[in-house]
């Protein structure tokens, strides 16, 4: 059986902490390890306990999750490395995604997800992944799109070809560029989570990219893939 993931919960309002921790050890496959206050205590718990993941509330006293985040991240003092972190907010605001990502956060997702969802964010920054909810992959790609192309590689096998996708991981990429969950595209698509899961988990190594933000960002930027509430292939 593999282990639960260890994890930090840090917020300021107890009832939320309590809350999520009740939630979360219902499970087996997450084991909450501590629990902080403030900013300062998330990075002193993080620190001393070395979980695998750190859910990070972004308005904390003392000390912002953002700022925590940076200091974790920025100054760990283990071999081992340091925790993944989990931004959660109840603000689906552009400035508070932006820094927390600028910060080293691989994932973001919002107060009102569902307790799968969460899991299912955990889960997927433990093992490497980046984690973010749909509305903000919508929104990075809407902001990417407004940028200036960059230039053009200098080998044309930098490239990551989009011509390797099979037509169904085209057609998923492109409802994840739109903002859908895995769930919203099994239902458009009628077939199950897990078959979506796997067609991007196989565009993401078609395309050699980390996580399916990446692999939005890619879909939007060929301009012989349309990008909107259908998708085209």
């Known amino acids: 059986m593999t282990a639960p993931v260890r994890v930090v919960i840090a917020d300021d309002q107890r009832m939320v902490r309590e809350a999520l921790h009740a939630t979360l050890s219902r499970r087996a496959d997450v084991g909450v390890i501590g629990e902080a206050g403030d900013g300062e205590q998330a990075v002193r718990s993080a620190v001393e306990l070395r979980p695998d993941v750190v859910l990070m509330d972004v308005r904390m006293p003392v000390m912002t999750g953002v ?3 940076a200091r974790i991240l920025g100054e760990w003092p283990h071999p081992s490395p340091a925790p993944h972190i989990l931004m959660l907010t109840t603000f689906d605001l552009d400035e508070y ?3 927390a990502l600028r910060a080293g956060a ?3 997702i919002l107060k009102n997800a569902s307790t ?3 899991a299912g964010a955990i889960h997927d920054l433990a093992a490497g992944h980046a984690a973010l909810s749909p509305s903000v992959t919508r929104r990075l790609v809407a902001t990417v799109a407004t940028l200036p192309p960059p230039p053009p590689p200098a080998r044309a096998d930098d490239d990551p070809s989009i011509e390797a996708l099979t037509p169904r991981e085209r057609e998923v990429l492109l409802l994840v560029a739109t903002g859908l969950s895995n769930r919203q595209i099994a239902r458009r698509l009628g077939v199950s989570e897990s078959s ?4 991007i988990n196989r565009a993401m190594g078609r395309l050699n990219v980390s996580n399916r933000v990446q692999a939005a960002l890619l879909v939007r930027g060929t301009p012989t893939l349309a990008v909107d509430g259908d998708a085209r292939v």
Do not use: R
Request: aromatic fraction near 6%; glycine fraction near 6%.
């Open 97 to 99: 995604v932006h820094a």
């Open 196 to 199: 979506v899961k796997s067609s």
């Open 106 to 108: 691989t994932g973001f």
């Open 116 to 118: 799968e969802q969460l």
């Open 67 to 69: 700022e925590a985040t």
